[in-house]
């Protein structure tokens, strides 16, 4: 069965203190890697596609990496203001494709 | 460029009454998804339409909710008769073409909580 892993379910850090958020997924046919930002009460906002293992996209504080089996996000030097849930989403599938959402990060930033 | 517009932001309703939820996509998108966000999940898949026609709708509960996309524009999507359950945000997304990896765009959803 597809299926999309985020760990962890929440992620409290101080500011200025870097750390990972990992999307691990079992799917056939992977097609493309999503990072999405969700602030309360909002819609989910785009961050990156990645397509293929050993790409790598960056945006300001965050930078996102993908293998065979796992991508990260990584957050460097983090400020109040990253605080959100970050969620990891696929598309795969041969012909349709898929795309199937895991159940996010809650980021807490503290100054 | 205008993003993904939806309405009502907000609705509540008893069990058992119906509901209709209205989501107009980006200018030129050819597919539309709709999604269901349950409080602490990610968002599922109910229903993405290729222009007018349906592409996926097996997570759809088809005893219950309904969609449709006239002129490959607006879309509505409608719960009869809605049960505790289904208390959630709903998401409305659109892509520009569907075909291969193709980033979708989310509307700010619509909250619904049913009584």
């Known amino acids: 069965e597809d299926q999309v892993t985020q760990s962890p379910e929440a992620l409290r850090l101080q500011e200025g203190e870097s750390s990972s958020l990992n999307c691990s997924y079992t799917?056939?046919?992977?097609?493309?890697l999503f990072w999405y930002r969700q602030d309360p009460g909002k819609g989910p906002e785009f961050l990156f596609t990645l397509y293929s293992a050993g790409e790598e996209k960056e945006k300001e504080r965050l930078k996102a990496t993908l293998t065979k089996k796992e991508s990260f996000l990584h957050i460097t030097a983090p400020k109040p203001e990253d605080s959100a849930t970050y969620l990891c989403?696929?598309?795969?599938?041969?012909?349709?494709?898929?795309?199937?959402f895991g159940a996010g990060t809650r980021l807490f930033v503290k100054a | 460029e205008a993003g993904v517009a939806q309405s009502p932001r907000y609705k509540i309703i008893e069990k058992r009454q119906s509901v209709a939820f209205w989501c107009n996509p980006i200018?030129?998108?050819?597919?539309l998804y709709w999604y269901q966000q349950i409080l602490g999940q990610g968002p599922k898949l109910l229903i993405q339409f290729q222009n007018n026609g349906v592409v996926d709708d097996s997570q759809l509960p088809k005893d219950r909710f309904s969609a449709e996309r006239l002129k490959g524009v607006d879309s509505t999507l409608k719960i009869q008769p809605a049960k505790l359950e289904d208390s959630a945000v709903y998401l409305c997304?659109?892509?520009?073409?569907?075909?291969?990896?193709?980033?979708?765009?989310f509307g700010p959803g619509t909250r619904l909580t049913v009584l």
């Open positions: 989403a696929v598309q795969a599938g041969t012909g349709g494709f898929k795309t199937i």
């Open positions: 799917v056939s046919g992977l097609r493309g």
């Open positions: 997304a659109s892509s520009f073409s569907g075909a291969g990896v193709d980033t979708q765009y």
């Open positions: 200018s030129g998108h050819a597919t």
